[in-house]
């Protein structure tokens, strides 16, 4: 990664900051730190991030704040720190723009793979490949056609959407809303449940164990997850 | 004595009657030679509608008489005498006699009427200041004493007995018979009139103080025992109006009450969950700090330095382990408190069993876990984070009371009106006589074993479970090892059309 990329911490516990910044740096990141909202916000215009790394509960601010006020001039990927009690504040910082979250504690492991995930994109420039394999699953975009073991899977048309939408966003995490949003459109955001039947058929189709998946993940009171 | 100044004053206005005619009649005699018969007989008239003016119909009427008699005494001739020498003097008196008693009857009506209408005004001025009074009191004994002052000058007392929140009459408890009335006076929610049940005799009227939303006790009014008379409509709508406005000023302390109430619980709930979630934040920090710091020092540990990787990541391990005890005790903390908001939605327990074995991934390495799910299993109302700690104590539980690689199993199907879900492990098994005892706080199956954790899992479980309306039960398994089942309500799923 030449030259660095840079990213912005924004985290006010000095501990925390301080071995995230080592983690990132291992990884070849340029780590600038905010110890509040307002400085990140500061830091982030006159640094030109590829990165946000934003704890959702700073002393000055809300940290869905930081997020709101970001995407209103910057679609450069943002990582959200949170408790595990802060279930709604994630969901409104991912509705806000935020691309995915970690709940502390956490470990460097999971930190540098969800740095990736949400980077991939926007780093290696984006995969215009309409071939995706995950197991023995091969889905080709441009053909409509998903196989698995070579065999012909047969996906009505709204699992069909929703296995795009979770592919185009691989890695990251979706909220119920945002799912319900790209699948069913802007006037069905509220009976999740269907989402909740659809997902259940995708694993049936294309998991191996549909009731431990390893791909088509499960983000308690949040969303879903593709992870290839 | 008010009575007995009435008798005396109505013997006064008889004998002012009598005076005023007497002076008429001596007044129009010199008279008698300028003026016709007739116009004495006018003379007569004014006075006794004068008198049933200002006496009443009694003095009237007998001034009426008094009056004839006086005219035929004084001025028919023969004079001083009753006799009557013309036959249509006859005439004469019975006009001047119909005409008199008309008069004191129309009089006097209006007299009462006048009476009454001052006596409304004044009840209703009465009314009035009560109303005033009850609006600044700020207790029940306020009340009480605005109703005592209202009746002191009356012949009538008031007291009022109110219900309590198990919807009794504390203070008529002694009292069985007017008790009795007063539960049938709220349960009619009309008054009950004890003079005219000749069972109970007396002269009390029990009215029910009903406000807008409901009943809230009775008013007794008792009447003194020396001036009953019958109680009229007058006097009950009267004590109605009293009750009413009694019934709306104990609605109102009520309500003051509850507000004041609500605001107190409100500011608890407040300060506790901002010490709950101070508490979680402060403690949830360093724990990060040194989950993420054991981690750096694993990573940079040299390859030949394997007992600094081991401690690193044992530092991490343990660092997650005691996270977990956070959790539960924090959640146990908010559970207790019994303010837990559920974010029900209707799902399946296949997400949160596929999520919890992923975030246990690393507890769960030395075990196998099989699933089984029945094939209709229908989508179940609950909340999908709190059903997952409930999934992950109990499958933690499995893998921590197991020999390493014996396998889990969860199951999960329909039972009844409930879709259950089993987890069940290979281990020791529970200790029989103390499987009950298990969900209670700060139970485990062996005191002081090696193996960590508090005992607060299966009571977070308990807690979580019956918050949703099931319930939960450990037992044995026939081939050894524990099992927990928990069981939640069906309920009416939504309908989910399909697609091709």
């Known amino acids: 990664m030449t030259p660095a990329n840079t990213v912005i911490l924004i985290e006010d516990e000095p501990q925390i900051r301080r071995f995230v910044k080592e983690a990132l740096e291992t990884e070849g990141w340029k780590v600038f730190e905010a110890e509040?909202?307002?400085?990140?916000?500061?830091?982030?215009?006159?640094?030109?991030?590829?990165?946000?790394?934003?704890?959702?509960?700073?002393?000055?601010?809300?940290?869905?704040?930081?997020?709101?006020?970001?995407?209103?001039?910057?679609?450069?990927?943002?990582?959200?720190?949170?408790?595990?009690?802060?279930?709604?504040?994630?969901?409104?910082?991912?509705?806000?723009?935020?691309?995915?979250?970690?709940?502390?504690?956490?470990?460097?492991?999971?930190?540098?793979?969800?740095?990736?995930?949400?980077?991939r994109r926007r780093l290696q420039g984006l995969e215009t490949s309409p071939k995706q394999c995950f197991a023995d699953v091969e889905v080709?975009?441009?053909?409509?056609?998903?196989?698995?073991?070579?065999?012909?899977?047969?996906?009505?048309?709204?699992?069909?959407?929703?296995?795009?939408?979770?592919?185009?966003?691989?890695?990251?995490?979706?909220?119920?809303r945002r799912l319900m949003q790209e699948v069913w459109g802007p006037n069905h955001t509220e009976s999740s449940h269907y989402l909740r039947i659809y997902m259940s058929h995708l694993r049936q189709k294309l998991e191996i164990d549909p009731a431990q998946p390893i791909h088509l993940l499960t983000e308690t009171g949040v969303g879903y997850r593709f992870e290839p | 004595m008010q009575d007995k100044s009435k008798k005396i004053t109505l013997k006064h206005s008889y004998l002012t009657a009598i005076l005023v005619c007497a002076v008429t009649a001596l007044?129009?005699?010199?008279?008698?030679?300028?003026?016709?018969?007739?116009?004495?007989?006018?003379?007569f008239l004014l006075v006794v509608f004068l008198i049933a003016l200002k006496l009443g119909r009694g003095p009237a009427v007998m001034s009426a008489f008094l009056a004839v008699a006086l005219f035929d005494f004084f001025f028919v001739p023969p004079r001083l005498s009753f006799a009557v020498n013309d036959v249509q003097y006859l005439v004469t008196f019975t006009v001047m006699l119909a005409v008199g008693l008309a008069t004191a009857h129309l009089a006097a009506t209006l007299h009462m009427q006048a009476e009454d209408a001052l006596e409304r005004e004044r009840n209703t001025h009465r009314l009035y200041e009560l109303a005033r009074d009850l609006a600044g009191t700020a207790t029940q004994e306020q009340v009480a004493q605005v109703l005592v002052l209202y009746m002191s000058g009356s012949a009538h007392s008031a007291t009022l007995h109110l219900l309590d929140v198990d919807g009794e009459l504390p203070s008529l408890g002694h009292q069985v018979a007017l008790a009795?009335?007063?539960?049938?006076?709220?349960?009619?929610?009309?008054?009950?009139?004890?003079?005219?049940?000749?069972?109970?005799?007396?002269?009390?009227?029990?009215?029910?103080?009903?406000?807008?939303?409901?009943?809230?006790?009775?008013?007794?009014?008792?009447?003194?025992?020396?001036?009953?008379?019958?109680?009229?409509?007058?006097?009950?709508?009267?004590?109605?109006?009293?009750?009413?406005?009694?019934?709306?000023?104990?609605?109102?302390?009520?309500?003051?009450?509850?507000?004041?109430?609500?605001?107190?619980?409100?500011?608890?709930?407040?300060?506790?969950?901002?010490?709950?979630?101070?508490?979680?934040?402060?403690?949830?920090?360093?724990?990060?700090?040194?989950?993420?710091m054991a981690d750096v020092l694993a990573l940079a540990a040299e390859p030949q330095l394997e007992n600094v990787y081991n401690a690193?990541?044992?530092?991490?391990?343990?660092?997650?382990?005691?996270?977990?005890?956070?959790?539960?005790?924090?959640d146990m903390a908010r559970l207790h408190a019994g303010k837990v908001e559920l974010r029900k939605d209707w799902q399946l327990f296949e997400d949160?069993?596929?999520?919890?074995?992923?975030?246990?991934?690393?507890?769960?390495?030395?075990?196998?876990?099989?699933?089984?799910?029945?094939?209709?299993?229908?989508l179940v109302e609950f909340d999908d984070v709190l059903l997952e700690r409930v999934l992950c104590n109990l499958l933690e539980n499995a893998a921590k009371y197991s020999a390493v690689g014996a396998p889990i199993e969860v199951r999960g199907f329909v039972e009844g009106e409930f879709a259950c879900v089993a987890v069940s492990d290979h281990g020791q098994g529970l200790p029989v006589d103390q499987i009950?005892?298990?969900?209670?706080?700060?139970?485990?199956?062996?005191?002081?074993?090696?193996?960590i954790g508090v005992g607060l899992g299966l009571a977070i479980c308990r807690a979580i479970v019956e918050a949703h309306g099931g319930k939960i039960k450990a037992s044995n398994c026939e081939g050894g090892g524990a099992c927990v089942t928990f069981w939640l309500p069906l309920g009416n799923p939504p309908?989910?059309?399909?697609?091709?």
Request: net charge neutral; glycine share 6%; charged share 20%.
């Open chain 2, 436 to 451: 009950e005892s298990l969900f209670t706080m700060f139970s485990r199956g062996k005191s002081e074993s090696s193996t």
């Open chain 2, 180 to 292: 009795s009335l007063a539960y049938m006076a709220i349960k009619q929610g009309s008054l009950i009139d004890t003079s005219q049940l000749s069972v109970v005799g007396g002269h009390t009227l029990i009215l029910p103080l009903k406000s807008p939303s409901e009943v809230r006790g009775v008013m007794v009014v008792e009447t003194n025992a020396s001036s009953i008379k019958a109680s009229n409509n007058i006097d009950k709508k009267q004590f109605e109006a009293v009750a009413n406005l009694t019934a709306i000023a104990i609605e109102r302390l009520h309500y003051v009450e509850v507000a004041q109430q609500t605001q107190l619980e409100a500011s608890a709930e407040r300060l506790r969950s901002s010490v709950l979630s101070a508490l979680s934040h402060d403690l949830r920090t360093p724990l990060t700090g040194l989950v993420g």
């Open chain 2, 352 to 378: 949160v069993i596929g999520s919890s074995i992923k975030l246990l991934k690393s507890a769960l390495s030395q075990h196998p876990v099989k699933v089984v799910l029945a094939p209709d299993l229908p």
């Open chain 1, 36 to 119: 509040n909202g307002k400085r990140g916000l500061v830091e982030a215009g006159s640094r030109k991030p590829d990165l946000l790394v934003v704890d959702l509960g700073l002393p000055d601010m809300d940290g869905v704040e930081v997020v709101r006020d970001f995407r209103t001039w910057s679609t450069v990927p943002i990582l959200i720190l949170s408790a595990r009690t802060e279930e709604r504040d994630k969901i409104l910082a991912l509705d806000a723009g935020a691309d995915d979250y970690l709940t502390k504690p956490f470990g460097i492991g999971e930190l540098l793979a969800r740095v990736r995930a949400v980077t």
């Open chain 2, 27 to 43: 007044a129009a005699t010199p008279l008698r030679h300028f003026l016709d018969l007739a116009n004495i007989v006018m003379l």
């Open chain 2, 495 to 500: 309908c989910v059309d399909s697609e091709q």
């Open chain 2, 312 to 330: 690193a990541t044992s530092i991490r391990d343990q660092a997650r382990a005691m996270n977990n005890l956070l959790d539960n005790l924090l």
């Open chain 1, 140 to 176: 080709d975009l441009s053909r409509h056609s998903v196989m698995r073991n070579g065999v012909p899977v047969h996906l009505t048309p709204t699992e069909y959407r929703l296995l795009g939408s979770l592919l185009a966003n691989s890695g990251k995490i979706m909220s119920h």
